[in-house]
């Protein structure tokens, strides 16, 4: 890279200078810091652990109609569910047992053995409220 001169001093023949490793595993660390912030690998929110780790309520929707029953609802294993409806309402359960409540008042329906059911009611819309046992 270097010539010896008649002098005995030398010149480079490339004059662009490399970038110090420092630079090089700054901007490396910033790119990484930037592609993890984009992606939420990072937490920055300040939630404690129990917020964090409460369990998720979800809520699924059926239309009712007085005279059809609706499509099965399959719900997940191991959750409770309440069903919030207008009038009157009845739950066909998968092993043939049909339970009808009225005025939209909260029933209890006993062990159930599995969380796949039917529903009919008065026109409207009935919401189940799930959580995890």
């Given at each position: 890279?270097?010539?010896?001169?008649?002098?005995g001093?030398?010149?480079?023949v490339n004059?662009?200078?490399?970038?110090?490793?420092?630079?090089?595993?700054?901007?490396?660390?910033i790119?990484?810091w930037?592609?993890?912030?984009?992606?939420?690998f990072f937490?920055?929110?300040?939630?404690?652990?129990?917020?964090q780790?409460?369990?998720?309520v979800?809520?699924?929707?059926?239309?009712?109609?007085p005279?059809?029953w609706?499509?099965?609802v399959?719900?997940?294993?191991?959750?409770?569910?309440?069903?919030?409806?207008?009038n009157w309402i009845?739950?066909?359960?998968?092993?043939?047992r049909?339970?009808?409540?009225?005025?939209?008042?909260?029933q209890?329906?006993?062990?159930?053995?599995?969380?796949?059911?039917?529903?009919?009611?008065?026109?409207g819309?009935?919401?189940?409220?799930?959580e995890?046992?």
């Amino acid at each position: 890279m270097a010539e010896k001169q008649s002098a005995g001093q030398t010149t480079e023949v490339n004059n662009r200078k490399r970038p110090s490793t420092w630079v090089l595993i700054f901007s490396g660390s910033i790119m990484l810091w930037i592609y993890c912030a984009d992606f939420s690998f990072f937490n920055f929110s300040h939630k404690s652990v129990e917020e964090q780790q409460k369990p998720q309520v979800q809520q699924i929707t059926v239309e009712l109609d007085p005279v059809k029953w609706s499509e099965w609802v399959k719900l997940p294993p191991n959750h409770w569910f309440q069903i919030d409806f207008p009038n009157w309402i009845e739950c066909k359960f998968w092993d043939g047992r049909v339970v009808k409540a009225l005025n939209g008042k909260p029933q209890w329906v006993g062990k159930i053995n599995n969380n796949i059911f039917r529903l009919r009611g008065c026109l409207g819309t009935a919401t189940i409220t799930l959580e995890p046992k």
